[in-house]
């Protein structure tokens, strides 16, 4: 266990728990307020997040802070993003379940520092891995699960959005479900 998000960072960023960390320019960590109440999970970097060692910094990354902003959040206030796996798969591949496995102890050791309220998977692979295995993002997709007092729900990710808008009014109902859940239950300054 961790005693404070600086320490966690800092063993993370020296992370050599999988092979990707051969490839890596960053270690991409997360960004956003820690002491918020509302958790975002992607999937993994990309090439400009890698680069920038920051998540969601390029094209779906706009279009997911379009969204946020839309429903008054936003990374530099209310909310926090994290990936499954913090270095980036080589061509942009989905990351092993071996390469998830050897990460999966980082994110646990954020949530557990978070202690957040709702969690937001972005995609499928998210939504495997924290919500269940089976997880049918078409389908499921804006349904909130209760995990031990934890509110999870997945939405499409925003790079699925881009190849296929007309996606896009059924993941911006999601984010109108969060708004409401949000309002429900934190002790929300926004
Ligand atoms: N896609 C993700 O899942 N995460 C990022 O950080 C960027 C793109």
Known sequence: MYDSWENLKENCIKCKKC?????????VFGVGNPNSEVLFIGEGPGENEDLQGEPFVGR??????KMLSAVDLSREKNIYIANIVKC?????????????QACMDWLRNQ?????????????RIAAMQIIKADFKIT????????KNGVLLMATLHPA?????????????????KLRDKIKELCDHTY
């Not at 980036?88 to 998830?100: F, Y």
């Open 19 to 27: 092979q990707l960390c051969e490839t890596r320019h960053n270690v």
């Open 111 to 123: 949530v557990k520092l978070m202690k957040p309220k709702i969690i937001v998977c972005l995609g």
């Open 139 to 146: 389908k499921e997709h804006g349904i909130f699960f209760d």
């Open 160 to 176: 699925a959005l881009l190849r296929n808008p007309a996606q896009k009014p059924g993941a911006f109902e999601d984010f109108i």
């Open 60 to 65: 779906a990354g706009k279009l997911l802070d």
């Open 88 to 100: 980036r798969p080589p061509k942009n591949r989905d990351p092993l379940q071996e390469e998830q």
